[in-house]
């Protein structure tokens, strides 16, 4: 699953959302079951804030109240741990539709990201690739403790054409059980990153029976890694 911290550093309720995830990250029987990006779209004097955010808070339509906690790409979000956690047990599936391998370089200031899919469930796909950047310290407003000053999986840019695509993913088309596609992308890193802090998030979704496409799996890589094929 994905879970998307909609945050900012002026924010002074947001803290509580970060002690919220720090909870569930040191949960054992919830840490393996999904994946965290820090969406800082609240003010542009936050040093993780970025146009990615920015178009990633519209389209799930929110109102200017942070901090946020929504689920895949779903509007549905919760504040409490007890009904996040009761939210993923309700919606996190034990098989993916597709698993993903994933290798990633940087060469120059320059991410190269070298995707597999297996397809587990026939249907219409599309992949999504989005940068993220990790230890960006930027003071955190209402913050109780020194780590809340410090900001990981924060969205940088997702990679495509258009808001829909860059969300959405770049179409795949139909795909049937047991295809495999190859995919292969790039992201040239702004120099105010710190490119060995960056890695790349892959998604996939496929076309639900209501025409929208619905996130079925997701995995993160950093450079010089890579990640095995995996179906939950």
């Not at 959302?17 to 003010?43: G, I, R, T």
């Not at 389209?59 to 741990?81: A, C, R, S, V």
């Amino acid at each position: 699953m994905l879970l998307v911290q909609h945050t900012g550093n002026t924010c002074p309720n947001c803290p509580r959302m970060m002690n919220l995830l720090k909870s569930l990250s040191e949960d054992e029987a919830y840490n393996p079951l999904y994946h965290q990006v820090a969406s800082h779209s609240y003010n542009k004097t936050d040093k993780a804030y970025s146009g990615a955010a920015v178009l990633l808070s519209r389209e799930f339509n929110l109102d200017g109240y942070y901090p946020w906690l929504t689920f895949d790409y779903t509007t549905d979000y919760e504040h409490e741990i007890s009904a996040v956690k009761s939210y993923i047990d309700q919606h996190h599936r034990a098989e993916a539709a597709t698993g993903l391998s994933a290798a990633v370089s940087l060469v120059d200031n320059r991410l190269y990201i070298n995707v597999g899919l297996k397809v587990a469930t026939s249907g219409n796909y599309r992949i999504a690739v989005w940068i993220l950047e990790d230890n960006i310290q930027s003071n955190q407003s209402g913050a109780t403790a020194s780590w809340h000053h410090i900001h990981h999986n924060c969205l940088r840019e997702m990679l495509g054409d258009n808001k829909t695509t860059r969300i959405y993913g770049t179409p795949l088309g139909d795909l049937d059980s047991g295809e495999t596609v190859n995919y292969i992308t790039a992201a040239l890193l702004v120099d105010s990153w710190a490119a060995e802090n960056c890695k790349a998030m892959i998604l996939t979704s496929a076309r639900g029976s209501d025409g929208g496409f619905h996130l079925v799996n997701c995995t993160v890589c950093a450079p010089g890694e890579t990640v095995s094929y995996e179906y939950n």
